[in-house]
T-cell receptor, first 114, second 117 residues
Framework: DSGVTQTPKHLITATGQRVTLRCSPR?????VYWYQQSLDQGLQFLIQ???????AKGNILERFSAQQFPDLHSELNLSSLELGDSALYFC?????????????FGPGTRLLVL | AQKITQTQPGMFVQEKEAVTLDCTYD???????LFWYKQPSSGEMIFLIY??????QNATEGRYSLNFQKARKSANLVISASQLGDSAMYFC??????????????FGTGTLLAVQP
């Protein structure tokens, strides 16, 4: 158990819908990362937050957004869902987003868009 | 652009034998970090081992060791005394630089390891 929690574990929804994925980092970690794992794209970095502020953006679609709250949990919002958004979404955390820190991953949320 | 290459889509190994999973990387940064993660069929990503570009010794964590050859830009994972529970997908990953504003990980395509009894 990495200490990172993600809810829900599974999510099935329809095209055009909006969903919210939630992540709680390890106790004491200030930095949160979101990754998407799909069959065609592999594992891709989406976005990073540090202590409530966006720090870096990767291949995140405009239909996707995220935020990190004062209690450090983070939410990833996916809207106008398409079939191709079906994937495993991971949240990871590290203490300060610093140079030599390991990112510990949560169990993931498996999203299926029908 | 930074890139991680894992050329072995799948591998078999006999229980109790050692196995090497290959990883090569491409970067122009002088400072970088290399990671290996394990993903069992249940889906979670489990951190195994880390090697910094300036580390002179190869990293070891229990039965895992990282064969780091900087000049060849390779960071192979060695699993000794394989166990049935080692059957999983293994990902090599690199972090962009050590001074940048982001610590995003770039992943390879993974190697599926099957341990046979």
């Amino acid at each position: 158990d990495s200490g990172v929690t993600q809810t829900p574990k599974h999510l099935i929804t329809a095209t055009g819908q909006r969903v919210t994925l939630r992540c709680s980092p390890r106790s004491g970690d200030l930095s949160v990362y979101w990754y998407q794992q799909s069959l065609d794209q592999g594992l891709q970095f989406l976005i990073q937050y540090y202590n409530g502020e966006e720090r870096a953006k990767g291949n995140i679609l405009e239909r996707f957004s995220a935020q990190q709250f004062p209690d450090l949990h983070s939410e990833l919002n996916l809207s106008s869902l398409e079939l191709g958004d079906s994937a495993l979404y991971f949240c990871a955390s590290s203490p300060r987003g610093g140079a030599v820190e390991t990112q510990y991953f949560g169990p993931g949320t498996r999203l299926l868009v029908l | 652009a930074q890139k991680i290459t894992q050329t072995q889509p799948g591998m078999f190994v006999q229980e109790k034998e050692a196995v090497t999973l290959d990883c090569t990387y491409d970067t122009s940064d002088q400072s970088y970090g290399l990671f290996w993660y394990k993903q069992p069929s249940s889906g979670e990503m489990i951190f195994l081992i880390y090697q910094g570009s300036y580390d002179e010794q190869n990293a070891t964590e229990g039965r895992y060791s990282l064969n780091f050859q900087k000049a060849r830009k390779s960071a192979n994972l060695v699993i000794s005394a394989s166990q049935l529970g080692d059957s999983a997908m293994y990902f090599c990953a690199m972090r962009e630089g050590l001074q940048g504003a982001t610590n995003k990980l770039i992943f390879g395509t993974g190697t599926l390891l099957a341990v046979q009894p």
